[in-house]
């Protein structure tokens, strides 16, 4: 996909996302926080490839162990971020 | 054919399921908006990313590659972990940690692609063929990564207690940090300018740089700025998603981690408008008002770690129950009730059928405010399917380690000061021990009459389904009746307990935990005691504001105790919540909601601003800054303008702070003056509001 498509692709989804997250209430901020935070650890599709393709680098061990790391932390980020976000939401009741 | 070229209006097959899985994640998040689907709106998100995890495994045909799997393996059992081990209160440091993970992995992914980019040996292979727009985009995703990455662990540190959470604020910082920032961009420049040699070097200089600056960053941020520092990180770690996104062309990571970084600017945006700061304050770097010099930091740096301390010496102010101050015209029940340290409650179907469950719970919580020790016995046919007692018991939040089978709770009945018998019958019969040829004879109940004393909340005293007369029924000294429906006998049982005495009002700061009483800040009632009980106890309409103070002092549990005791009193109790109350957004929220308080009584600024007027009382749990009138009035201070929850406004306050020291903007409150509409009680939160608990029960 040629940049402008995914410079154009970066506004609109800032653009819903502003959008969407605006009608979430303050009493949820925190769930919202860290469940966002774990959405972050999208990075981890990047980590897959990157690392797919590091055993093809110049220093492949290197790379590919770097390329470990991302995908641990992209994870621990995902996974964590969502059981804990979880674990508050549960506590919410009436 | 190869499904992955299969071409659907000029889309492949994963582009269009991609485009699905964020219209699951924005669906997910917009499903956050009631607390009623947030729970489905999380599993959606993760859900969404679980299968672009998969469609991005299979159209790169790298599924098979093991080292792939171990890494999401191990990232998984180490996010699990942690996810289950970190407590609420830890909550924000535990964010701030995740946010960093995420910018971390980021900054990594950016290298490689930039080191990738660079290689004759990959584009050989691949064909993969870097324009400057990745190239660009690969450096600024590792600075903005790297920034986030040690930023955050600085807050995470600061938040944990591993680091003062004092500004650090020193002579040519501002200068400093830009310098940092620009021999990083040029480095990052330089990286991109430069051959395959020396673009390693560079890109690891580039990558120390931006670390360097994300410290340089979050040092400078005081304990109550953290919020605005957590929000505007989260904002980072998408926005940092989203440039690696751009670097290797996937949309997805670029149309989420957009989403994510709208969500964190938001916040950000939020908590300044609640912190009277502008966003480019923010990111110029003048998050932090205070001049070392006056750094009035007590609520933030000192306290933890002296409440740290006092946990484990854990110093007890609970005298030694002082029984038999009693009145002759208090009934032997109320008596037996003030004065039990340890209490059984056995409830049966007529619980149900008054569903009195919620009284069930307020008399639970109420035993445990005093101190006593609280458990429910549960006959296995107690009510009508298994586990149903349980059940009704969990809905109205009844912890379940207070839940006892049978045969675990029997041998206690005779320790037992009291049991409170809620609409059980056959369950309790004695005569199943003894009345042979009865339907119950044999059947195993639960040993109430062993007990010191019984309360029998029941509807009548006519015989249980089984038909057996129940001799415990027989009017006695050791057994007192209550008849009529559940919920009406249980709510004047607690209104008469509460009626109080010495004794019970003793019992009432016995700490129920390890944790709850500090030794080292004795509790100290500036104003005379007499006055502000009578008032706190005849107020209609309440309106509780807690703060990072009730935090400190984990004195959560005891707030919602007053509040459910308030609520007994017939008082109209909500809480107001500040934006910026706290470390993060919507912390005070968190602790509140895990303590069982109601998510609708909890309002925001703005709502409950217009209540303070009308209200009898307001209650202030550990907040300062929040609530200084001298944000209208006093021009040139930093927090001139804010906006604050007016607390003045209500007939009277009463102030449960630690010290009356200003704030953590250094700005003096005037309400800490005394006056006859301001009780300060001060203190650690935990002890002045269990005092304050205690007092109203004796009055």
Not at chain 2, 242 to 253: C, D, E, K, T, V
Not at chain 2, 301 to 326: F, I, M, N, Q
Request: proline share 5%.
């Amino acid at each position: 996909m040629s940049p402008l498509v995914l410079v154009i692709l970066f506004v609109v989804s800032s653009l819903v996302g502003y959008k969407v997250i605006s009608a979430v209430p303050s009493l949820l901020h925190t769930p919202l926080m860290s469940g966002s935070n774990a959405l972050s650890g999208i990075t981890i599709l990047g980590a897959l490839t990157a690392t797919a393709i590091a055993r093809m680098m110049d220093n492949p061990v290197l790379a590919q162990i770097a390329g470990f790391v991302a995908i641990v932390l992209a994870m621990v980020n995902v996974v964590g971020g969502f059981v804990v976000t979880d674990r508050m939401l549960r506590m919410f009741h009436r | 054919m190869n499904w992955k070229e299969a071409i659907v209006l000029g889309l492949s097959l994963a582009d269009i399921l991609g485009f699905l899985c964020v219209i699951g994640t924005v669906w997910g998040i917009k499903m956050m908006s009631s607390p009623a689907t947030a729970v489905r709106g999380n599993l959606l998100g993760a859900v969404s990313m679980a299968v672009a995890i998969i469609i991005t495994l299979v159209s790169e045909n790298i599924i098979g590659q093991g080292l792939l799997w171990a890494g999401m393996a191990v990232g998984t059992a180490i996010g699990y972990w942690s996810a289950l081990k970190v407590t609420m209160l830890q909550m924000p440091q535990m964010v701030a940690l995740l946010n960093g993970l995420g910018g971390g992995s980021s900054a990594l992914v950016s290298l490689l692609t930039l080191l990738a980019g660079g290689s004759a040996s990959v584009a050989s292979v691949t064909g993969l063929n870097m324009g400057m727009f990745e190239q660009i985009t690969a450096v600024l995703g590792l600075i903005v990564g790297g920034v986030t990455l040690s930023g955050s662990i600085v807050a995470g540190a600061k938040l944990h207690g591993l680091m003062s959470s004092r500004p650090v604020v020193f002579e040519g910082q501002r200068t400093l940090n830009n310098a940092v920032l620009a021999v990083t961009a040029v480095l990052g420049a330089l990286s991109l300018m430069m051959g395959t040699g020396t673009l390693f070097v560079l890109a690891m200089l580039t990558l120390i740089g931006s670390l360097v600056y994300g410290v340089l960053f979050a040092i400078r941020v005081g304990g109550a700025d953290m919020p605005i520092t957590v929000s505007l990180l989260n904002s980072f770690s998408g926005v940092a998603a989203s440039i690696s996104g751009f670097a290797i062309s996937n949309p997805l990571l670029i149309s989420i981690g957009a989403v994510v970084g709208a969500s964190g600017l938001i916040l950000t945006q939020i908590m300044c408008r609640a912190m009277n700061r502008s966003l480019g304050q923010v990111l110029s770097g003048a998050t932090t008002v205070l001049k070392p010099a006056h750094a009035t930091d007590k609520s933030t740096a000192s306290a933890p770690v002296r409440s740290r301390g006092a946990e484990v010496s854990s110093a007890s102010t609970a005298p030694t129950a002082s029984a038999g101050s009693a009145s002759p015209a208090v009934p032997a029940h109320i008596q037996a009730a003030r004065n039990a340290r340890k209490v059984i409650v056995v409830p049966g179907y007529g619980m149900a059928l008054a569903q009195a469950q919620s009284d069930v719970k307020a008399l639970i919580d109420m035993f445990d405010s005093r101190g006593a020790d609280v458990k429910v016995g549960v006959h296995p046919v107690a009510g009508r399917m298994p586990g149903h007692m349980n059940v009704l018991l969990a809905e109205v939040d009844v912890a379940y380690d207070k839940l006892y089978e049978m045969d675990d709770i029997n041998p206690e009945f005779a320790d037992a000061d009291l049991v409170v018998v809620v609409g059980a019958n056959d369950v309790i019969n004695p005569a199943a021990n003894t009345a042979e040829g009865t339907p119950i004879y044999g059947m195993p109940i639960l040993n109430v009459a062993e007990a010191k004393h019984i309360v029998i909340c029941n509807y009548d005293t006519r015989p249980g389904y089984a038909g057996v007369e129940n001799p415990l029924y027989q009017p006695s000294s050791k057994v007192t009746l209550l008849l009529g429906d559940a919920a009406m006998t249980l709510k004047k049982l607690l209104a008469d307990i509460a009626a109080g005495d010495g004794a019970g009002a003793a019992a009432g700061i016995a700490p129920t935990d390890g944790q709850a009483v500090s030794a080292a800040p004795t509790a100290t009632t500036s104003t005379s005691t007499v006055g502000y009980v009578d008032i706190v106890k005849q107020a209609r309409k309440v309106i509780v504001v807690p703060g990072y103070g009730m935090a400190l002092a984990q004195a959560q549990a005891d707030v919602k105790k007053l509040m459910d005791m308030l609520e007994q009193n017939g008082a109209d109790v909500k809480v107001g919540i500040h934006p910026v109350a706290g470390r993060m957004p919507g912390h005070m929220n968190v602790l509140l909601a895990e303590v069982d308080v109601a998510y609708d009584k909890l309002y925001e600024m703005d709502d409950i601003n217009p209540e303070f007027a009308d209200a009898d009382l307001a209650l202030v749990v550990g907040a300062n800054d929040v609530i200084n009138p001298a944000a209208n009035t006093a021009e040139g201070t930093p927090i001139y303008g804010m906006p604050i929850l007016n607390v003045a406004e209500a007939k009277h306050v009463v102030i449960c702070n630690y010290d009356t020291k200003p704030g953590y903007a250094g700005v003096d409150n005037p309400l800490y003056k005394p006056s006859s509409k301001v009780t300060l009680l001060l203190g650690d939160a935990a002890v002045t509001v269990k005092q304050l608990m205690a007092d109203l029960s004796t009055r």
